[in-house]
């Protein structure tokens, strides 16, 4: 029996089944792997340069830099607290001629030279020693630094100030009384005075260095006004001063010259510096 044999065109021949499976697999693992890299827009392994094809803004990620080590600041060491001291002092103002005319009343100064080179005229004045009022610790400051003597009338008032010296802070109170000059000469032996001098009484405003103490001028001014009109009983009474029973520190040392034997010397007065005639 003859084979019979059927024609078919080109256009009706079967196609080939596609393989399926693969291109799945393909498809999954480039979603995996990300989207397509092209190498035209990074730079070349060789050169280290930007390809033809590249854009001005594609340029190779820059390195992070290292950021400086933070240093914790040290703790600050708590300064030292000074210790506190109070220290007393007592001075006068000596006028000589207290009971005669202004015009012709003079006071005594003692004058100092600061750091600066220049005189400060001040009030005489000293620490309270043990066993001394402030009234006798005026007198007997007004003697070693000027070498006269005097009395006391009234009180003139304080003046308290703080300073540092020496490693300590000081709080210190002079009292100021008024004196009657009783005799002496004015001598400048005290090794912490520079120059003594009688200065008319109404020279102490532009004489002293210290408004406190040019304060001080104006209320004895006031006070001889009354000593003048209704006599010695109008001046207010002397505050209590119970001697000093403990000794105090004192900012600096002192080296005085004393004379407790020296009797006082009759009523003389110079005008100017150191001995008189």
């Not at 060789?46 to 950021?67: F, H, I, M, R, S």
């Not at 003697?143 to 006391?152: K, L, R």
């Not at 032996?189 to 200065?199: P, Q, S, Y």
Request: glycine share 10%; proline share 9%.
């Amino acid at each position: 029996m003859a084979a019979t044999i059927a024609w078919v065109s080109d256009g009706e021949q079967a196609k080939p089944r596609r393989r399926r499976g693969r291109r799945r697999g393909r498809r999954r693992a480039q979603r995996a792997a990300g989207p397509p890299v092209d190498n035209s827009e990074h730079t070349t392994a060789e050169t280290g340069e930007p390809a033809a094809n590249g854009t001005p803004d594609d340029k190779p990620t820059p390195t992070p830099k290292a950021q400086p080590k933070q240093h914790k600041p040290r703790p600050r060491r708590a300064p030292d607290r000074l210790r506190t001291v109070h220290e007393t002092s007592a001075g006068g103002l000596v006028i000589d001629g207290i009971d005669g005319p202004k015009d012709t009343q003079l006071a005594a100064l003692i004058g100092r030279v600061d750091r600066r080179g220049r005189m400060l005229w001040s009030l005489p004045k000293g620490h309270i020693e043990l066993g001394e009022t402030a009234e006798q610790t005026a007198i007997r400051e007004v003697a070693e630094e000027t070498g006269i003597q005097g009395s006391v009338l009234a009180a003139l008032g304080s003046i308290d100030y703080w300073f540092v010296t020496e490693g300590r802070r000081v709080h210190k109170t002079v009292h100021h009384y008024l004196m009657r000059f009783l005799g002496g000469e004015l001598s400048d032996d005290d090794v912490e005075v520079t120059e003594v001098a009688w200065v008319p009484l109404h020279e102490l405003p532009s004489r002293l260095a210290y408004a406190d103490e040019r304060r001080l001028a104006e209320v004895a001014d006031e006070l001889i006004d009354k000593l003048h009109a209704d006599g010695p009983g109008a001046l207010p009474p002397l505050p209590r001063s119970a001697p000093r029973r403990r000794p105090q520190t004192h900012s600096h040392a002192r080296n005085h010259r004393r004379d407790d034997s020296a009797q006082p010397q009759p009523r003389r007065r110079t005008n100017g510096c150191g001995q008189g005639p």
